[in-house]
């Protein structure tokens, strides 16, 4: 008895699933459409020409502060003030400290006086030079008495000029006793307390000028020479760059703008690198010398090359390749040898030529040989692959959707462990049933007699 409801069961089972077969051969239109041409796919295509792509491109840098100054002491004293606050902004020829300027103010008194005791002897010894001059002409004094006046005057004159100098020096150490500041700039803490005793190249204080600030960086030289070819028919100054500071916080960088004063004439042999400088205005103080920094040289490109978006680029079994259509706009895979990434768009250094037509849409659904009806391109790379994006990012909401809404509706209202626990439990041998049956059913139309043949011999045993 219990043989004959076991299979009763499996018939029923095997009955179902030659059912659901056939249900999806009916409903599955591309059966009968498999041995026709598929309809073309409208797809954006471009033709290839030389063109001038601008490149996007930034290298890292280091700020600094290209006139910043670390004051020191020029002459011996003791610190006697100090006239500014650490931090402080100080313009240029501000007083900032004193050295002991009494002591100096003495010696050029001193050599005040010393320079006029010089200049009376000068004046006697002149008198008498031309005196003895005269004499000399009425044959009253001999020829040496004439040449010692003249040497004492000479004498006089160079005691003169020595004063002079001295006075010169003492005024130079009576300038440099009060200590001002050479360039505009913030100014840092003082190395030196009011009251010691200080001597020539004693550091003082560090000034460091914060607007303009300079940027030194290394440009690969294929960048240096695109560079430079752009210099024959303009300025360094109107070659136009941007500075981007980051900070640790995660917040948005800090943005300047300057102009590039400087690119090397060499190439350094261990790096393979031009070296180059550039000026930023920072009137706000927004970064800082010593900071890590990105600089951006604005026009740099690339002059006649053949580029395509970057979207239109897709990986073949011989490496990185593009869709070419051919006479009939069937599209065929091309292998290709890429040059340098400029933003959006691909440079191609060899595999495809002008002239040629390129499926720049969205490669990644297309085979060798699938028909293409062309639509035109407006040139806008960055537009198209926002436009992929956007596609990319709705495809997955689409499919996470379904998703979820099957979990819910499997179900609803018990919490999912539950459920698997209780599908786990029960369906075992309802799924091992449905297997047996499905396999059968795809067994059936080659063993169709023989599977009568076994149902008779299996309802004679069961009468039996």
Not at 307 to 335: F, I, K, S
Not at 366 to 381: S, V
Not at 419 to 428: D, K, L, M, V, Y
């Amino acid at each position: 008895m219990k043989t004959t409801i076991y299979r009763g069961r499996l018939w029923a089972a095997l009955a179902a699933a030659l059912l659901l077969v056939g249900c999806g051969q009916e409903e599955d239109p591309s059966a009968g459409q498999a041995g026709g041409q598929p309809p073309a796919k409208a797809i954006e295509v471009a033709e290839l020409a030389y063109q001038d792509i601008p490149l996007d491109k930034s290298y890292p840098s280091k700020l600094m502060s290209e006139q910043e100054v670390t004051l020191v002491a020029r002459v011996t004293g003791v610190l006697e003030e100090r006239k500014f606050e650490p931090g402080d902004q100080v313009e240029q020829g501000e007083s900032l400290y004193t050295i002991e300027p009494d002591l100096y103010e003495a010696t050029v008194a001193q050599r005040e006086a010393d320079l006029a005791s010089a200049q009376a002897e000068l004046s006697r010894a002149e008198r008498d030079a031309n005196r003895f001059q005269q004499l000399a002409a009425q044959n009253s004094v001999s020829r040496q008495q004439v040449d010692q006046a003249l040497a004492d005057a000479r004498v006089a004159r160079a005691s003169v000029a020595q004063a002079e100098a001295a006075l010169k020096s003492a005024q130079l150490d009576l300038d440099y006793a009060e200590v001002t500041a050479p360039v505009s700039g913030v100014i840092g803490l003082s190395e030196v307390n009011v009251g010691n005793l200080v001597s020539p190249n004693t550091e003082l204080a560090t000034i460091t000028p914060l607007d303009p600030l300079e940027v030194r960086f290394q440009m690969p030289q294929n960048d240096a020479f695109e560079l430079r070819r752009q210099l024959k028919d303009m300025s360094i100054e109107d070659i136009a760059a941007s500075l981007e500071a980051f900070s640790s916080r995660g917040d948005e960088p800090a943005v300047l703008s300057g102009h590039l004063d400087f690119l090397g004439s060499r190439v350094d042999p261990e790096t393979s690198t031009v070296q180059a400088e550039a000026t930023f205005a920072n009137p706000d103080g927004a970064v800082l010398p010593g900071q890590y920094v990105r600089v951006k040289i604005e026009g740099l490109a690339r002059f006649g090359v053949l580029a395509v978006p970057e979207l239109a680029l897709t990986q073949g079994l011989m490496g990185p390749q593009v869709y070419v259509l051919d006479e009939d706009n069937v599209a065929r895979a091309r292998p290709v040898q890429l040059g340098e990434l400029a933003g959006a768009w691909q440079i191609i250094l060899d595999g495809v030529e002008p002239g040629e037509r390129v499926v720049v849409g969205d490669p990644g659904s297309l085979k060798p040989g699938t028909p293409i009806d062309p639509q035109p391109f407006d040139g806008d790379a960055e537009a198209l692959m926002q436009e992929a994006q956007y596609e990319q990012q709705g495809q997955g909401a689409g499919q996470a959707a379904p998703e979820q809404a099957e979990q819910e509706a499997a179900s609803p209202g018990e919490p999912a462990a539950d459920q698997s626990g209780q599908g786990t439990a029960e369906g075992a041998g309802q799924g091992e049933d449905a297997a047996s049956a499905t396999q059968a059913a795809q067994q059936a139309p080659m063993n169709a007699p023989q599977g009568d043949q076994e149902a008779e011999e299996a309802r004679g045993e069961g009468n039996e």
